[in-house]
């Protein structure tokens, strides 16, 4: 079956074969993703809560600590996603995870900042790979109109990490003096154990492609088959012969690709300037605004921007698919993150800040999903592995420099002020950049009524 228009009526078989995909993958996926993004940011929970004072860390050592995970993650992601290529994701992911799980564990015995700074540098080398892995899994098992919808159930995972991981990370803290640990080694032991056992379970429940699933009928496995098929014939990377060197000659001279790269630096670096220093921002209320708080009450208050933010991702991403996704799906929330961030510095209280940062975290993850639905509209095969591999670079290199950034100038200016302007202007600078992708066309192929995927209204 070919290729439908995105204004047809879903037949029967496309929405049970839809249905069993959101199902089955996508919840799976996304413990998956849960668990890695709870890995890579438990050190900001542990870093206020003793960790920071046992190993004497200074603002700007911290930030090294919670960026320099990036640099092995940077380096090893293009070639992590074409081994996924090669050899499948089940087999890779299931790697991934177990690796990650048996380094995070580590942490648990970690005694000075030259060990933290060895531990995260290897916590990158092992989880390399594994977002932009996960995000061309789930876009290899649906059409280009449904994709939005499907990666935004699997982004929810990233914000409900925060939502239920702060305060599971809060309760574990609590556990000092548990086996002899103080209670942010508790906390790391704790959380590494799932991404072991997931990695396991992932090598006997993942299925690499449509026409492998015992679970989907006859009829599901063609349509799914044959849809995917006609888009990919259309895209960047369909040749058989497209794989290892010309992949990445064509991923990597592609304009697109790295503009959509620039766009999501600023995302992220928005995105891990408040994962990493949010609680360490809440630890500072007590001195600006006289507060003071439990280590239960602060994991709380670290998770409530991430509630709202789950829910607006889910609607936004809903309206994106229903209506077709625009460029102010992506440039609207950039500019309210851009403009929101630093104006919560200025809030008189602790309420009126964590409103402005859940306002910021809104505007971050709704875009997210509908950003990523971009690169496998004119890439696949190889090609898409080594494109997608590649943005996320660009954002895992955001990730490492917000975190020392950050440290860096607020060690240097005396307070968050400056860090948080410069988290703005990343996000502004995303805005502009969508918006000039989408006016030149540049973001997608067309649809049946030559009309381009994605635009500016």
Same mark, same amino acid.
């Given at each position: 079956?070919?290729?439908?228009?995105?204004?047809?009526?879903? +037949?029967?078989?496309?929405? +049970?074969?839809?249905?069993?995909?959101?199902?089955?993958?996508?919840?799976?996926?996304?413990l998956m993703f849960f668990v890695n993004y709870l890995d890579r940011t438990a050190v900001s929970f542990a870093e206020p809560n003793g960790m920071g004072e046992d190993l004497a860390l200074t603002a700007a050592q911290f930030g090294f600590a919670s960026g320099v995970f990036f640099i092995g993650y940077i380096v090893l992601e293009v070639p992590s996603n074409m081994a996924l290529h090669r050899f499948g994701a089940r087999r890779?992911?299931?790697?991934?995870?177990v690796t990650w799980g048996i380094v995070s564990l580590l942490f648990t015995w970690v005694q000075n900042s030259e060990q933290l700074y060895v531990l995260r540098f290897l916590l990158g080398v092992a989880e390399a790979g594994f977002f932009p892995g996960a995000i061309l899994f789930l876009s290899q098992w649906v059409p280009t109109r449904h994709r939005t919808k499907v990666l935004a159930l699997f982004y929810l995972a990233q914000p409900l990490t925060t939502v239920l991981g702060a305060p599971l990370a809060g309760w574990l803290i609590g556990h000092h003096g548990l086996f002899g640990l103080e209670g942010w080694r508790v906390m790391f032991l704790f959380v590494s154990l799932p991404a072991i056992l997931l990695g396991v379970v992932a090598w006997f429940y993942l299925i690499d492609r449509p026409a492998d699933a015992k679970w989907l009928s006859p009829a599901e496995k063609d349509w799914l088959t044959g849809e995917l098929a006609a888009e990919n014939a259309t895209k960047t990377g369909h040749s058989e012969n497209s794989h290892g060197r010309e992949a990445l000659k064509e991923a990597f001279r592609s304009g697109r690709v790295w503009v959509l790269s620039m766009?999501?630096?600023?995302?992220?670096?928005?995105l891990y300037a408040?994962?990493?220093?949010?609680?360490?921002?809440?630890?500072?209320?007590?001195? +600006?605004?006289?507060?003071?708080?439990?280590?239960?009450e602060k994991a709380l208050i670290t998770a409530i921007p991430y509630l709202p933010a789950a829910i607006v991702l889910f609607f936004w991403s809903r309206h994106a698919t229903r209506h077709g996704a625009k460029a102010w799906h992506v440039a609207g929330p950039a500019v309210v993150?851009?403009?929101?961030?630093?104006?919560?510095?200025?809030?008189s209280s602790p309420s009126a800040t964590i409103a402005v940062i859940t306002v910021t975290a809104c505007a971050i993850f709704a875009a997210l999903p509908?950003?990523?639905?971009?690169p496998s509209?004119?890439?696949?095969?190889?090609?898409?592995?080594?494109g997608i591999a590649l943005i996320n670079t660009a954002g895992n290199i955001a990730g490492f420099a917000a975190g020392y950034v950050t440290g860096w100038l607020k060690d240097f200016s005396g307070g968050y002020t400056l860090p948080m302007f410069v988290v703005g202007g990343?996000?502004?600078? +995303?805005?502009?950049?969508m918006t000039v992708l989408a006016t030149r066309g540049h973001t997608g192929p067309n649809d049946s009524a030559g009309k381009p995927l994605l635009e500016v209204h």
């Open positions: 079956m070919g290729a439908t228009a995105l204004s047809s009526a879903p +037949s029967a078989v496309e929405r +049970s074969a839809i249905r069993k995909v959101s199902l089955r993958l996508v919840p799976f996926v996304a890779w992911l299931a790697r991934i995870m766009v999501y630096f600023g995302f992220i670096y928005g408040l994962a990493f220093f949010l609680p360490t921002i809440i630890e500072g209320f007590q001195e +600006s605004f006289g507060t003071s708080f439990s280590v239960m993150g851009g403009v929101s961030i630093p104006v919560a510095l200025y809030m509908v950003f990523w639905s971009l509209r004119f890439l696949t095969g190889a090609a898409a592995a080594a990343f996000m502004l600078l +995303s805005a502009a950049l």
